[in-house]
Nanobody
Framework: QVLFVESGGGLVQPGGSLRLSCAVSGSFVSAYNMAWYRQAPGKQRELVAAITSGGTTNYAEATTGRFTISRDNTKKVVYLQMRSLKPEDTALYYC??????????????WGRGTQVTVSS
């Protein structure tokens, strides 16, 4: 069983930065492609950034140039560095593994997420 524990969210002013962490428990974590998702109130969950097992990254258009995804396979942690935050980045942020070659989450179970609120 793979479990995800997200942390690092908070309240930040527009233009500020946050670094999110996702601790992943389970076996073969380094073999998974991983992703960060977010869900704002009243909206569907959307993919924010992804990183393959080999370290190749991909971003949603709304976050390109501002967010950076990375991973530490030794620690089984996936990070999301967020800069130049905007009010529209306000959401609950989650991580999950990805089905190979897709943006579809691999696991049905999710962590509790970490809340990011961007407001002055």
């Amino acid at each position: 069983q793979v479990l995800f524990v997200e942390s690092g969210g908070g309240l930040v002013q527009p233009g500020g930065s946050l670094r999110l962490s996702c601790a992943v428990s389970g076996s073969f974590v380094s073999a998974y492609n991983m992703a960060w998702y977010r869900q704002a109130p009243g909206k569907q969950r959307e993919l924010v950034a992804a990183i393959t097992s080999g370290g190749t990254t991909n971003y949603a258009e709304a976050t390109t140039g501002r967010f950076t995804i990375s991973r530490d396979n030794t620690k089984k942690v996936v990070y999301l560095q967020m800069r130049s935050l905007k009010p529209e980045d306000t959401a609950l942020y989650y991580c999950n593994a990805l089905r190979t070659g897709t943006s579809v989450p691999l696991f049905d179970s999710w962590g509790r997420g970490t809340q990011v609120t961007v407001s002055s």
